[in-house]
């Protein structure tokens, strides 16, 4: 049992990564994730093109959430886009429930009001509830999900997982900090 929690955590942790040997290297990395996780998202959620479109600002993000029994995590690499500027951001998310599994996710949030985007630039939270059931792996297979994500305060969100399995009923928290990868904790090579 030692080994399979090792195992969830240091593929939870390695595929929430940006890598790269150089902060530059890590943002062109994370660029190319992020822009690939959208585009998984934009083909399984027809309206999030529109709503990020739309939108005064998104965070697109992609990372892993590892589930077992009573507790989640997972962490990954963000890219917000306002004003045809790019900033860099980690994410790390905590959580309470039944589950089992590992995935890895790719979310948009897209802001819709002032308010809003400055909540989540001042203070990087978000929490929600989450249930649903994943089987997905290497682009084969069927996706069963129902993911709740929440349209409240001027935010739209969409979630996709890219592969894993995953049973879970959590309630999640996230929390999301600036980096520029100068002082990133951790360093893959490329």
Known sequence: ????????????????????????AKK???????????????????G??????????YLVCTGSDTYLFAAS??????????GGKITYYRFATLGAGLGIGLKKVAFVYAF???????RFEDSGWDAGAK???TAKAN??????????????????????????????????????WKTDFTDDFMSNPE
């Open 48 to 57: 999030s093109r529109a709503a990020v479109q739309k939108s005064l600002a």
């Open 139 to 176: 682009d084969q297979g069927d996706q069963a999900s129902a993911n709740t994500s929440f349209d409240v305060d001027g935010v739209k969100v969409y979630q996709s997982a890219i592969w894993g399995a995953a049973a879970q009923a959590t309630v999640q928290g996230y929390k999301f």
């Open 112 to 118: 819709n009001n002032r308010n809003a985007m400055k």
């Open 73 to 82: 995590s997972g962490g990954g690499v963000c890219t917000y886009h306002k």
């Open 131 to 133: 249930a649903d059931a």
């Open 28 to 46: 062109a990395n994370a660029c190319k994730d992020t822009q690939e996780a959208l585009q998984t998202i934009y083909s399984e959620h027809p």
């Open 1 to 24: 049992m030692k080994k399979i929690i090792t195992s969830l955590l240091t593929a939870a942790v390695l595929a929430g990564c940006a890598t790269g040997s150089t902060p530059e």
